[in-house]
């Protein structure tokens, strides 16, 4: 009953966002008051029958209803409950169901907060995001139906992907939608600044809000998702250039070009018509993502079901999303004027730099992601692209923009001088050379390129700094004063500095991680030691434990320094037997500079078969078998992580600047109700 | 008053213009460059032993785990296997930890180089993430050996479908 309710729920969502769609992009082309005003009810309503669907789902999934068919495909009685609840997203149905929860969400809080947005921009906004959410629940409500019944219902479910069973990944999902959908909404206020032909300074500030807020939980799902890949697959590595991490990347790189072009669009009133591109593609870029992930053309765990008819409708949906909205750029934008002149080095100089860059790499990540399915589409041979390629073009493109980062700040509108802000930025170069010849003597000279970009991070780092010290006058004034400045900075400037510091300890990870990983594979007897970056591993033996839906071999590991003990390290291979399938947990100890990780394989005849029922790791706990022992030594691999999470608290701090408050700012020259004024 | 800001405007546009087609123009060499040296094939076992793999070069390979051809070298984290399209078979030796989900008789897709000798020198061996899943790749190497309704069953089409 409770099943058929949200199956309803969904089909009524459906009907309201078809109403949405229509009537107050209607009432805004005739200016009609009384049409527009049914946006925001009509906003609300959606969210909240998804919402109910959502939660029929849910409690379809906690109380394991086996008569849901994708219950009883994701779940099992005896699954730890924050599992269960995940498990109502980590499907495909079900997923498609939170996307569009948070479609809702997001239409809906633009109809809440965006009061001072005017009716018609507002309605307009709507009216394209319902047309999103019309797509999208249309395509639930006929190819993906998460409340399928199945009759007779088995005993039991077939439980969730044991790889899903995880705290951190049943929060990637809804932050990385979150991320995408949020791109829904700068594309449907690009949209509608297209239909009413008019981008100004008002509509960049009442954009950049959605997108800092998409961005950043874009970045926070992202970084999950890679540490996930760090500590659940085993391999040490945190990230692959594989095609499903790169469907989310290419939206954030384009979300990140989009963040600095909307400062230009909002303060010197130039590169509308980019900005505007920058939204569509955003928007465009997270469809792909999605068909790319869910469709299943790519092997990964993310390819939850292989169906011809629902890629089909998802590559409907893109191409009529991204060509409806390219013609409708074509046609309006030239109409836009653009606004103020600047010089190439100068703040929009520096923004436009960024902007490049940020582009051309993402084209490459593009291209790189979807060259092998072209090729295949057209008969060819089948190729695949792996991470050398994207280290061969995608690294040297962000050299330097992220040299350029430092400057920007520091370079006035309009016209600036280059010198004159490197001798300001002096203080940061110091710091940056000092840390290369630091790096360079710890390291023996050996890895220049690591010491370059350990001096690049530096650089990043204290360049966002000094221009907060400039402008809190650090050193300068009295400490009252240096106080007062800083608690009196706008949240923006505070949000800037943090985030591009969040960027130099990202950098400052990546490289500590890429340069001097070190990795030690053994077999071993319970007894034996090993060494590992002065560290000293006593493999103590193994033994059986049981968790609540699974069994498992645990390794024990006593890890000395000199002969102290640093740590007693556990890593595990799990046997799921209603999946049927094995996990590798690794088992990995951070003091915060560097991890130690490791992970246990197979026994000594492991993996042949001739063994019914339990594989030989299970079988073989406890006993004197020589077993498969990984580990590795990754020095300062946790910052990519606490770097990202920098990035995400700028973005934060940015948000609650006063002037981006969503629906705070007013425009100038009409602040009542405006027909379409296309000139 | 006028001239002057309309030809700065358009020196403005031709200097962003010219940076653009510089970083596009950049982006380009980058790729084509990258893609000459980082290209892999893939190939299937039949390939292999119709030589028509190249040496020594980064490729990928996908098949089955040939039953009982999995051994380990005493002392050593060291695997032997052969992967087999049904029709032809290559040997692979890999230094490292299987996944999870290897198993004889199952896909298996496997990436490194083949060396002179004919074995097959895997740097990395990727199983599926899921029991109910096959890897494009050994579909497709199974499809060109014409055995992929050994496995599938007749009547089964390719790709395979989880529900």
Same mark, same amino acid.
């Given at each position: ?679 | ?75 050593? @984290? &060291? !695997? ?11 040997? /692979? %030796?890999?230094? =490292?930890?299987? +996944? ?35 890897? @494009? &790749? !050994? ?11 050994? /496995? %599938?069953?007749? =009547?089964?089409? +390719? ?5």
């Amino acid at each position: 009953m409770i099943a058929e309710l949200g199956h309803y729920a969904l089909v009524l969502a459906l009907c309201v966002a078809l109403a949405q769609s229509i009537v107050p992009l209607a009432g805004a082309q005739k200016g009609d008051p009384a049409l527009m005003a049914t946006a925001k009810p009509a906003a609300y309503a959606q969210f909240l029958l998804v919402a109910l669907a959502f939660g029929c789902l849910i409690h379809a999934f906690v109380v394991s209803d086996f008569t849901v068919e994708n219950v009883v495909r994701n779940s099992h009685s005896q699954k730890p409950m924050l599992y269960k609840v995940s498990g109502a997203w980590g499907n495909h149905e079900g997923s498609m169901v939170l996307w569009s929860l948070i479609l809702a969400l997001f239409g809906a809080s633009v109809a809440a907060f965006g009061r001072n947005l005017p009716p018609g921009l507002k309605a307009r906004t709507l009216s394209i995001q319902a047309m999103i959410g019309v797509a999208f629940l249309a395509f639930i409500v006929f190819t993906s139906n998460p409340f399928e019944r199945v009759l007779p219902p088995p005993p039991d479910g077939q439980d969730l992907n044991p790889l899903l069973q995880d705290p951190g990944l049943a929060f990637h999902p809804p932050l990385l939608y979150v991320g995408y959908v949020g791109f829904s909404i700068v594309f449907a206020f690009a949209m509608a600044a297209l239909i009413e032909g008019r981008v100004d300074a008002a509509w960049a500030r009442w954009v950049r809000p959605w997108t800092l807020a998409a961005w950043a939980s874009l970045t926070a799902g992202i970084a999950l998702g890679s540490w996930w890949a760090y500590y659940e697959l085993g391999w040490g590595g945190w990230w692959f250039w594989d095609p499903v991490e790169n469907a989310s990347f290419m939206p954030w790189l384009v979300g990140a070009a989009l963040l600095h072009s909307a400062i230009v669009a909002e303060k010197r009133d130039a590169l509308k018509t980019w900005t505007i591109l920058l939204a569509i593609l955003a928007f465009a870029l997270s469809l792909i993502g999605t068909f790319l992930v869910r469709s299943g053309i790519l092997t990964s765990v993310h390819a939850f079901a292989v169906d011809p008819q629902r890629g089909v409708f998802i590559l409907a949906i893109i191409v009529v999303a991204i060509g409806g909205s390219l013609a409708l750029y074509a046609w309006r934008a030239p109409m836009l004027k653009g606004g103020g002149l600047f010089q190439p080095i100068s703040r929009e100089g520096a923004l436009v730099l960024n902007n490049l860059l940020l582009a051309t790499a993402t084209a490459t990540v593009f291209i790189g992601t979807l060259y092998p399915l072209f090729l295949e589409a057209l008969g060819g041979a089948k190729v695949s692209v792996g991470p050398p390629f994207f280290n061969a073009t995608f690294v040297p493109l962000m050299v330097p923009l992220l040299l350029a980062v430092s400057f920007g700040p520091l370079l006035g509108w309009k016209r600036a001088d280059l010198a004159g802000a490197l001798q300001r930025l002096r203080a940061a170069l110091v710091l940056s050379v000092a840390a290369i010849v630091v790096t360079l003597w710890m390291d023996h000279g050996r890895n220049l390129i690591a010491a370059a970009a350990i001096g690049l991070a530096a650089w990043l780092f204290f360049g966002a700094w000094v221009e907060w010290a400039e402008r809190v006058k650090l050193f300068r004034a009295p400490w009252a004063t240096v106080w007062e400045r800083a608690v009196n900075l706008p949240r923006a400037a505070w949000g800037m500095t943090i985030a591009h510091a969040g960027v130099g300890l990202m950098v400052l990870g990546i490289t500590g991680s890429t340069a001097w990983q070190s990795e030690s594979i053994k077999m071993m007897r319970p007894g034996e030691r090993f060494d590992l970056a002065g560290y000293t591993f006593v493999f103590k033996g193994t033994e059986r434990r049981e968790g609540p839906n699974f069994f498992a071999t645990r390794g024990v590991f006593e890890v000395y320094k000199g002969e102290r003990l640093y740590a007693t390290m556990t890593p595990e291979k799990r046997l799921f037997p209603v999946a049927g399938t094995t996990t590798t947990e690794a088992s990995i100890r951070t003091n915060i500079l560097a991890d130690l990780y490791l992970t246990i394989g197979d026994p000594e005849g492991g993996g042949q078969p001739g063994s019914p029922g339990a594989p030989a790791f299970i079988v073989m706990a406890g006993s004197d078998t020589p077993w498969t022992v990984r580990a590795y030594h990754n020095p300062l691999v946790p910052w990519i992580w606490l770097g990202s999470l920098v990035m995400v608290l700028g973005a934060g701090v940015s948000l609650t600047d006063r002037r981006h408050r969503v629906g705070a700012p007013r425009r100038m020259a009409a602040p009542g109700a405006m027909p379409a004024a296309a000139e | 008053m006028k001239l002057p800001k309309a030809r700065a405007a358009k020196r403005r546009r031709l200097a962003v213009l010219l940076l653009a087609l510089l970083g596009l123009g950049t982006a380009t060499a980058l790729t084509l460059t990258a893609f000459d040296d980082h290209l892999v094939f893939f190939h299937t076992p039949s390939d292999v032993a119709e030589k028509k793999a190249p040496v020594d070069r980064q490729m990928r390979i996908g098949g089955l785990v040939e039953m009982g051809s999995l051994e380990r070298t005493q002392g050593a @984290p &060291e !695997v032997r296997f052969r992967v087999t399209d049904l029709e032809n078979a290559i040997p /692979v %030796v890999y230094r =490292g930890v299987l +996944p999870d989900l290897f198993r004889e008789g199952q896909g298996v897709v496997a990436n490194g180089k083949l060396a002179a000798d004919g074995v097959f020198r895997a740097s990395e061996v990727l199983a599926r993430h899921d029991e109910n899943y096959m890897p @494009p &790749e !050994v579909a497709e190497a199974l499809k060109r050996s014409g055995r992929w309704q050994d /496995v %599938v069953g007749p =009547g089964t089409a +390719p790709p395979p479908a989880r529900n």
